[in-house]
């Protein structure tokens, strides 16, 4: 088999029926044959892809926060305006499966399923980049020098997971959907709260960061 050639339409499909099912199961209930029946494919494809059921499940948490990570190393960031859009971003990735900040902090925070020191790899990977950008911003005097990058990584974090963690109760509670155009406003208004929490205090002035 040319595995260049079938890879794309194959593995992804493999990665896609794995979230599925681990998102509708814990992880010691799922089996390959399983998540190999929701993609179409021979069970024998998994070890093919990705050696085992551990490795299909860690690819599956790769896959889908990459794109998040990627960010922290590309210029969305060189500004505090990019919280808004980074949140955006979030708010989009993870409104396609509601469920997966439930599966990460399954994983960490109840240590059900494998894959936790791979998660928190990751996050550490999203930690020291992150670090960096506030480095950055720090030196071109558009966060307060004072501000701690690990009390900021915690505040964004909550801002991000948390609407989507009780995503079902907030939309019961308002009595309308968190949709496309909700969130968007959720991004801009998060955004600017943070922007303007990390904002250097101009000197002289009686209040609130400029």
Known sequence: MDKDTAAPTLRSRLIKAALDCFLADDYHNVTTRRIAEC????????RYYFGSKEGLYEEMIRETLSPLLEVL??????????????????????SERPEFPRLILKVLALRHGPGRRFIQQLLERGRTRGARKVADLK???QVAA???PDILRMS??????TP????DIF?????????ADFLGQLAAFNGHLLAAGLAPVVSGATGAPA
């Open 39 to 46: 993609a179409g494919a021979n069970v024998s494809m998994i």
């Open 73 to 94: 190393d590309g210029p969305l960031l060189a500004s505090t305006t990019g919280f808004e859009a980074f949140l955006g971003l979030y708010y989009r990735t993870m």
């Open 139 to 141: 030196a071109q005097g």
């Open 146 to 148: 004072a501000i701690d």
């Open 156 to 161: 964004f974090v909550s801002l991000a997971m």
């Open 164 to 167: 989507m963690l009780l995503k």
């Open 171 to 179: 939309e019961e509670q308002m009595e309308r959907p968190m949709d």
